[in-house]
């Protein structure tokens, strides 16, 4: 087995940024290159505003760039001497065509292989890290050995497993990396070449290995799996709220069954990111695809549950504010899909502004890390036009600021720093009756009542 001298990786998103500089610092005699033809996206990975917002990741990163670690967009060069090719392009769901809304855009995985099979010299191994859909190493396969000389490009399927807020945390402990290839000596060979850079901090019973199929479909299952476990304790906070349960406490009671497990049976107001959602249309188009219309449908009520539970919250606003918030504003706190990242993708945040801005509130907005302009280029690729976002939506610099003349305030993101805010104080500058909207279950709600705010709180009866 040769040991790689050089990593390059095509894409320097929120997976491939932050898993290469793991790798850099960890391995400082492997020289990594990430690159992209997002020019001001590389530019920032240069500064100390990366443009991924991760506790943590700047540590990793200056402890290597410069060093062994190079963000550019230089990416010919970086292909032609590298050993390991990493392809961490997006893969956002179609929005055209066939399987439109639900297949993946293989496009960008495409032109990345393409741009491979024409510069790389020397044999190579390229991994896919990106989430695709099953059989995608088929096709790379197909592209890249039509342009080059057969056996030159064995393809791996590495599948990221990290979660955005814990990327460092994850990567620097993960359960367990998947490594996938084909089972042949050339294959096997790859894939032990890979294992090697994982082996320098990973202890190498935590790195599986497998085909690459079981590799690519594993990835796809799992966040199936996870999304389906926020769905399954979501159905049952509209239970519990019809009762006098509470959904904390049945999440305990059935976490504790170690055939289920704690984790992941948090009920909030909606799973968002830019994986789960995408992943499990990924999984039932390709149900259908094989003919599985039954296993397909299953799949499918994870996401309408989600929906479901989205809009219900909405909807909960407005008949509580005696049905209409017409005029009326509501402040909300956060807009990120979970608390400490500044991603907004398929951020449940999203749906609830939208319900909320089409029933004609005025909205006021604070989250920590989400700039301005994405929270508009969100509503409006949500349907919300240009004139209500310029009448309905103030952008604020605090909690109180926003809950400042409001009628409600809605949590929509778990950020620790919406625990602090001095409600007292925030209750006197409300209007009465003053509600609350926990879509986290975040503050205190008794001490909220108790200071004279109306509480609703998900799946608490
Ligand atoms: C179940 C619950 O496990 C138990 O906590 C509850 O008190 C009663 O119901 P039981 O029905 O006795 O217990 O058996 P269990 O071991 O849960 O199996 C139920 C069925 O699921 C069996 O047919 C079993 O073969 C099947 N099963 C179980 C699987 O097909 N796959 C699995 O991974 C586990
Ligand atoms: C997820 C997977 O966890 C990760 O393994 C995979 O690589 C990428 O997709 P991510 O989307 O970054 O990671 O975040 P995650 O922590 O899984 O949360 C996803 C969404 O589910 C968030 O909106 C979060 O608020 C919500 N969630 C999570 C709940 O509503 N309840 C929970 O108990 C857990
Ligand atoms: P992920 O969450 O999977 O990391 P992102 O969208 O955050 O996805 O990142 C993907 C990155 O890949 C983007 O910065 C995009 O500019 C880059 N990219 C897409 N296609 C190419 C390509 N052919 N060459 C280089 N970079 C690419």
């Given at each position: 087995?040769?040991?790689p001298?050089r990593i390059?990786?095509?894409?320097?998103?929120?997976?491939?940024?932050?898993?290469?500089a793991?790798?850099?610092?960890?391995?400082p005699?492997i020289?990594v290159?990430?690159v992209d033809i997002n020019?001001?996206?590389?530019?920032a990975?240069?500064?100390?505003?990366l443009?991924?917002?991760e506790?943590?990741?700047?540590e990793v990163?200056?402890?290597a760039r410069?060093?062994?670690?190079?963000f550019s967009t230089?990416?010919?060069?970086a292909i032609?001497?590298?050993?390991?090719i990493?392809?961490?392009?997006g893969t956002?769901?179609?929005t055209?065509g066939?399987g439109?809304?639900?297949a993946?855009?293989?496009?960008y995985?495409?032109?990345?292989?393409?741009m491979i099979a024409?510069?790389a010299?020397?044999p190579?191994?390229?991994?896919?890290k990106?989430?695709?859909p099953?059989?995608?190493?088929v096709?790379?396969?197909a592209?890249?050995s039509?342009n080059?000389?057969?056996?030159?490009?064995q393809?791996?399927?590495?599948?990221?497993?990290l979660?955005?807020?814990?990327?460092?945390?994850?990567?620097?402990?993960?359960d367990?990396i998947l490594?996938?290839?084909?089972?042949?000596?050339e294959g096997?060979?790859?894939?032990?070449?890979l294992v090697s850079?994982?082996n320098?901090?990973?202890?190498r019973?935590?790195?599986?290995?497998t085909?690459?199929?079981?590799?690519?479909?594993?990835?796809?299952?799992a966040n199936?799996?996870?999304?389906?476990?926020?769905s399954s304790?979501?159905?049952?906070?509209a239970?519990?709220?019809?009762?006098?349960?509470?959904v904390d406490e049945?999440?305990r009671?059935i976490?504790a069954?170690?055939r289920?497990?704690?984790?992941?049976?948090k009920?909030?107001?909606?799973?968002?990111?830019?994986?789960f959602?995408?992943?499990i249309?990924n999984?039932?188009y390709?149900?259908?695809?094989f003919?599985l219309p039954?296993?397909?449908?299953?799949?499918?009520q994870?996401?309408k549950?989600n929906d479901?539970q989205?809009s219900r919250?909405?909807?909960?606003?407005?008949?509580?504010?005696?049905n209409?918030?017409r005029?009326?504003?509501i402040?909300?706190?956060?807009?990120?899909?979970?608390k400490?990242?500044n991603?907004?993708?398929?951020s449940?945040?999203i749906?609830?502004?939208?319900?909320l801005?089409?029933?004609?509130a005025?909205?006021?907005l604070?989250d920590?890390?989400v700039?301005v302009?994405l929270?508009?280029?969100?509503l409006?690729?949500?349907?919300v036009?240009?004139?209500i976002i310029?009448q309905?939506?103030t952008?604020?610099?605090?909690c109180?600021?926003?809950?400042?003349?409001?009628?409600?305030?809605?949590?929509?993101?778990?950020?620790?720093e919406?625990?602090?805010?001095?409600?007292?104080q925030m209750y006197a500058?409300?209007?009465?009756?003053a509600?609350?909207?926990?879509g986290?279950?975040l503050v205190?709600?008794?001490q909220?009542?108790?200071?004279?705010?109306?509480?609703?709180?998900?799946?608490?009866?």
């Amino acid at each position: 087995m040769k040991s790689p001298k050089r990593i390059c990786c095509i894409g320097a998103g929120y997976v491939g940024g932050p898993t290469m500089a793991m790798i850099a610092a960890k391995c400082p005699d492997i020289r990594v290159d990430v690159v992209d033809i997002n020019e001001a996206r590389v530019a920032a990975w240069n500064t100390d505003e990366l443009p991924v917002y991760e506790p943590g990741l700047l540590e990793v990163v200056k402890e290597a760039r410069g060093r062994n670690l190079f963000f550019s967009t230089k990416t010919d060069e970086a292909i032609v001497d590298a050993d390991i090719i990493f392809v961490s392009v997006g893969t956002p769901t179609k929005t055209y065509g066939m399987g439109a809304g639900r297949a993946a855009d293989l496009c960008y995985i495409e032109s990345a292989a393409r741009m491979i099979a024409r510069v790389a010299r020397g044999p190579k191994i390229i991994v896919e890290k990106s989430t695709i859909p099953v059989r995608t190493a088929v096709a790379m396969r197909a592209i890249l050995s039509a342009n080059s000389e057969e056996g030159k490009f064995q393809v791996l399927s590495n599948p990221e497993f990290l979660a955005e807020g814990t990327a460092v945390e994850d990567l620097e402990n993960p359960d367990r990396i998947l490594i996938g290839g084909e089972r042949t000596p050339e294959g096997d060979a790859a894939v032990e070449t890979l294992v090697s850079v994982y082996n320098r901090w990973i202890p190498r019973e935590n790195i599986l290995t497998t085909n690459l199929w079981s590799s690519e479909l594993s990835k796809l299952v799992a966040n199936a799996f996870l999304a389906q476990r926020i769905s399954s304790i979501n159905s049952i906070s509209a239970l519990c709220e019809a009762t006098e349960a509470d959904v904390d406490e049945v999440a305990r009671a059935i976490g504790a069954d170690s055939r289920i497990g704690p984790k992941f049976l948090k009920a909030s107001v909606g799973f968002g990111g830019s994986c789960f959602q995408k992943d499990i249309l990924n999984l039932t188009y390709l149900c259908e695809h094989f003919g599985l219309p039954e296993v397909a449908a299953y799949w499918d009520q994870v996401i309408k549950m989600n929906d479901w539970q989205k809009s219900r919250f909405s909807a909960n606003i407005v008949q509580t504010l005696f049905n209409t918030v017409r005029d009326k504003r509501i402040a909300v706190w956060g807009f990120a899909f979970k608390k400490d990242t500044n991603d907004t993708r398929e951020s449940a945040a999203i749906y609830v502004c939208r319900d909320l801005l089409l029933e004609g509130a005025q909205i006021a907005l604070y989250d920590p890390r989400v700039p301005v302009q994405l929270i508009h280029q969100e509503l409006q690729y949500a349907g919300v036009s240009q004139d209500i976002i310029d009448q309905q939506l103030t952008i604020c610099a605090s909690c109180e600021e926003a809950a400042d003349g409001a009628h409600a305030v809605a949590i929509l993101t778990e950020w620790d720093e919406f625990r602090d805010v001095d409600f007292e104080q925030m209750y006197a500058s409300m209007f009465k009756p003053a509600f609350v909207f926990d879509g986290r279950d975040l503050v205190d709600h008794s001490q909220l009542r108790e200071i004279g705010f109306e509480v609703y709180a998900i799946g608490k009866g």
